[in-house]
């Protein structure tokens, strides 16, 4: 089964919290998801594997450590994933960025992609695929999926808000692959989307309806 990490960090619980209120506007909506992805990604990197340095100081010889080579991406579901791109870039500069597009057909409630695009070494590279909800878990799962048919094996999926219905479903679908949530709410309602959550991340980021 998955690996899954709450995030009970002080700092993340109250962005979060900060998120959800309805008067939150896009502006500070887009700079709170952005803090929390950044959070996120610290904690999500922590095993990351590491190999002895060695620099010179201004006064003196120093010995310590940095990341083994490794080739990270981030790949944000289009669109509200975008919205974590910037806080994950903030501590990982040196990520490529893939993009996969998926929208949940409003009938079937399942996901339908219209974009695919990822870097080409794929089979080198540990991928962080992100989406601000994980509700049913359809995009996610196909999101990742895809990214399999590609190739890699080494996949972590980072969300903001979950519903046990989406995770339980992510973690039956790809139990090899570690997920990080904010924040596990309640539940879904009858339109699929997670309650209490915060509404539809992509327009509160966008400011559409």
Same mark, same amino acid.
């Given at each position: 089964?998955? &690996?899954?990490?709450?995030?009970?960090?002080?700092?993340?619980? $109250?962005?979060?919290?900060?998120?959800?209120?309805?008067?939150?506007?896009? &502006?500070?909506?887009?700079?709170?998801?952005?803090?929390?992805?950044?959070?996120?990604? =610290?904690?999500?990197?922590?095993?990351?594997?590491?190999?002895?340095?060695?620099?010179?100081?201004?006064?003196?010889?120093?010995?310590?450590?940095?990341?083994?080579? &490794?080739?990270?991406?981030?790949?944000? *579901?289009?669109?509200?994933?975008?919205?974590?791109?910037?806080?994950?870039?903030?501590?990982?500069?040196?990520?490529? !960025?893939?993009?996969?597009?998926? =929208?949940?057909?409003?009938?079937?409630?399942?996901? !339908?992609?219209?974009?695919?695009?990822?870097?080409?070494?794929?089979?080198?590279?540990?991928?962080?695929?992100?989406?601000?909800?994980?509700?049913?878990?359809?995009?996610?799962?196909?999101?990742?999926?895809? *990214? &399999?048919?590609?190739?890699?094996?080494? *996949?972590?999926?980072?969300?903001?808000?979950?519903?046990?219905?989406?995770?339980?479903?992510?973690?039956?679908? $790809?139990?090899?692959?570690? *997920? =990080?949530?904010?924040?596990?709410?309640?539940?879904?309602?009858?339109?699929?989307?997670? !309650?209490?959550?915060?509404?539809?991340?992509?327009?509160?980021?966008?400011?559409?309806?």
């Amino acid at each position: 089964m998955s &690996k899954v990490f709450i995030m009970d960090h002080p700092l993340i619980q $109250h962005k979060v919290l900060r998120l959800r209120n309805k008067e939150t506007g896009s &502006k500070e909506f887009r700079e709170l998801v952005r803090e929390i992805a950044q959070l996120m990604c =610290y904690e999500a990197t922590r095993d990351l594997p590491l190999e002895d340095a060695e620099v010179e100081t201004p006064v003196g010889h120093a010995v310590g450590k940095c990341i083994a080579g &490794k080739n990270l991406s981030i790949v944000p *579901i289009l669109r509200a994933g975008l919205g974590m791109v910037d806080g994950m870039l903030d501590l990982v500069p040196t990520a490529k !960025v893939g993009h996969i597009g998926l =929208y949940r057909d409003p009938e079937t409630l399942q996901p !339908v992609e219209y974009y695919c695009k990822l870097p080409q070494d794929i089979e080198e590279r540990d991928f962080f695929v992100l989406d601000p909800m994980l509700a049913t878990g359809g995009s996610a799962v196909a999101a990742i999926q895809f *990214i &399999k048919d590609r190739g890699a094996k080494n *996949i972590n999926f980072l969300c903001l808000i979950a519903a046990p219905e989406g995770l339980n479903t992510l973690q039956k679908a $790809h139990p090899d692959v570690s *997920i =990080y949530v904010a924040a596990l709410d309640e539940k879904l309602n009858d339109h699929a989307y997670i !309650v209490p959550g915060l509404g539809d991340a992509g327009d509160r980021l966008f400011g559409t309806k």
